[in-house]
């Protein structure tokens, strides 16, 4: 055991920033998702398989590719970056927001699709009930498809979060392999491989990875179970 | 509370084009399956539009597509009772039952969650889930849900319809008692002759998008060519009557109404109250002079005011009891036979009565009284 534990400031570095990262990406990517879930479950817009094929393009298109499209348009000269460090002081380039950005877009898909499954499965009657009785769609919305869609919720930042632990190759290509800033824990084993004798350092972050993983993993079910009791469908 | 509508609206190849005004404490709309009536209260709910139309209810313009009015339905404040319940599966029954109260202002609140929960027999239900329930505690809820939204209106989509038939002996009784005990009046959809005869005062007759008929339920229920063919039979008059006495020997009540006397068995209601005697057109026997030597009980003595032949097999004969109108319904041989035509005087036999108790607090009894000795007479024209 204490092998596992005896790491050294720059692999603890590496297992902290991977789950503030992690955290970080879910947790700022769940708006949005829920949004866009609900844009492609019940929106009728022109312009849907459209942004349909947008969110799924990180699933399909190479990671290094995503990475250098981020690296292009959140860069430091890019458009999107320039205007967000000049108004609101906010850097992606280089730094962990910058791989917590990379982590958030490439897990983005499989969020927004755990939630979109669940939103198709609500019971709509169930809304138009709601509103007889006087709530307002809003009220509808807060009182009665948020928690039917809660299960569909938990399993997507479940995926996200893992996917966000395990992304590598957008991220090394949008902010590098920094120690202590943005060399995350895949980005750590990676290192550990390409030098001599490297080989205990990598074991090591790789179990304290499936550790991680499996944590989450059981989390996600107890939770998943917690909520599917009081949720006892008709 | 009067309620006009006033709407059209395409449904694919359907089309519904629905007129009519009602006063009545509970109306049903009635019609086969397919005939509109749930897209009738869909539209008076909030939960259709009319592609034109009108609707007011005690004054209050809901839906008017000519100024272009339309009032979303969580401001109607009328209260649905769906067919299939529909509560929230993640809340106990309590939070259900509180779920309209927590949108409706303090000031529009009327009711009390204790009366409710008392009035619909669901106390020992407040901490479950609704998943666990029954479909008859399933319906009660859903009633006292719509009912402690505190609504202006009531709408009741067929709430027996998915309910066998000891289930809904046990809900009519509440839905009885709602549309005594309240003044909120109750739009009723059914496809049940039975569950509108002992229910509505007041009708609405849909076929095929459109309104055949409205008015008292009294009066529509006579006229059995309304009614679908295989229900034909369950039609016939409907007749409030007030218990005159009892005879404790024989178990027999006395109802009087101006058509006369009628003596049933079983029926334990105090003199005085009024009871709901429906009269079935099947269960009436004609004769053109008193019968003598019959076991029946009730003859009543009355004017035949017209007959109908309808689908060539039966004729209907409308009987005028001193201003209360019974129906007959027996074969078209028979009506020639006795060469019933309008004017006759004749004397109605009634083989047997069907009677709920109308306006009274106590529980209501629901029974079918045949005098020994007469079912050997059914086939009798």
């Known amino acids: 055991m204490n092998w596992l534990l005896d790491l050294t400031p720059d692999e603890w570095n590496a297992v902290r920033l991977s789950i503030r990262v992690a955290v970080v990406a879910m947790l700022f990517s769940l708006p949005p998702g829920i949004l866009i879930a609900l844009l492609l479950a019940r929106g009728k817009f022109w312009g849907k398989s459209v942004l349909n094929g947008l969110v799924h393009l990180p699933l399909i298109l190479p990671p290094v590719v995503t990475g250098y499209l981020l690296l292009l348009t959140f860069g430091k000269r890019g458009p999107a970056g320039a205007f967000l460090d000049q108004y609101f002081g906010v850097v992606f380039s280089f730094r962990w927001t910058g791989a917590a950005l990379a982590c958030g877009v490439m897990a983005f898909p499989l969020m927004v699709r755990a939630i979109r499954l669940s939103i198709e499965a609500v019971d709509r009657r169930l809304e138009a009930a709601a509103g007889t009785l006087g709530a307002n769609p809003l009220w509808v919305f807060g009182t009665i498809t948020l928690p039917l869609i809660l299960p ?49 350092g990598a074991l090591r972050l790789t179990v304290i990875s499936i550790i991680i993983a499996m944590t989450a993993l059981v989390a996600s079910e107890v939770l998943a179970r917690r909520v599917g009791r009081t949720l006892e469908v008709e | 509370m009067s309620l006009r509508v006033d709407v ?261 209601a105090e003199p005085g109250s009024t009871v709901r005697v429906r009269i079935r057109a099947r269960d009436v026997i004609v004769a053109t002079e008193r019968p003598h030597g019959l076991s029946a009980l009730n003859i009543l003595p009355g004017r035949i005011i017209g007959v109908s032949a309808g689908n060539g097999l039966f004729a209907d004969v409308l009987i005028d009891c001193n201003g209360e109108v019974i129906t007959a319904r027996i074969t078209r041989q028979s009506a020639e036979m006795l060469c019933l035509t309008r004017g006759l005087d004749i004397f109605a036999v009634i083989k047997s009565v069907t009677f709920d108790q109308a306006n009274t607090t106590r529980g209501t009894t629901d029974g079918t009284m045949r005098p020994e000795g007469t079912t050997g007479m059914e086939k009798v024209g």
């Open chain 1, 152 to 200: 569909g919720i938990i399993a997507g930042m479940i995926l996200s979060f893992a996917k966000a632990m395990g992304e590598f190759g957008a991220t090394i290509t949008f902010v590098s392999n920094i120690p202590g800033e943005t060399q995350t824990l895949p980005s750590a084993i990676y290192t550990f491989t390409q030098v001599p004798g490297g080989d205990a």
């Open chain 2, 8 to 268: 059209r609206r395409r449904l694919g190849a359907f089309s519904l084009d629905a007129t009519f005004e009602t006063g009545g404490r509970l109306t049903a709309l009635f019609g086969p399956s397919g005939s509109g009536k749930t897209s009738l209260v869909n539209l008076i709910g909030g939960l259709l539009r009319p592609d034109e139309g009108r609707i007011v209810a005690d004054g209050r313009v809901l839906v008017d597509t000519a100024s272009r009015k339309y009032v979303p339905k969580h401001k109607r404040r009328i209260g649905y009772v769906f067919q299939d319940a529909r509560l929230f599966p993640h809340m106990t029954v309590g939070q259900n039952l509180h779920y309209g109260r927590f949108f409706t202002p303090a000031s529009e609140r009327y009711g009390d969650i204790d009366g409710v929960v008392d009035l619909l027999g669901i106390g020992h239900l407040l901490d479950r889930k609704p998943g666990l329930l029954s479909g008859g505690e399933k319906q009660r809820v859903a009633i006292g849900r719509a009912l402690l939204a505190s609504p202006r209106l009531i709408l009741m989509d067929e709430p027996l319809a998915s309910l066998d038939d000891r289930r809904k002996a046990e809900i009519m009784p509440y839905i009885e008692r709602l549309r005594d005990e309240t003044k909120i009046p109750i739009v009723y959809v059914s496809h049940s002759v039975a569950e509108v005869a002992r229910l509505a005062t007041d009708m609405v007759v849909l076929d095929q998008g459109k309104v055949a008929a409205a008015g008292p339920t009294s009066e529509l229920l006579q006229r059995l060519d309304l009614l679908p063919a295989e229900e034909r039979g369950e039609g016939g008059a409907v007749l409030e009557m007030r218990v005159a006495g009892c005879n404790q020997a024989f178990g027999m009540s006395t109802l009087v109404s101006p058509a006369g006397e009628i003596h049933i068995v079983g029926l334990d």
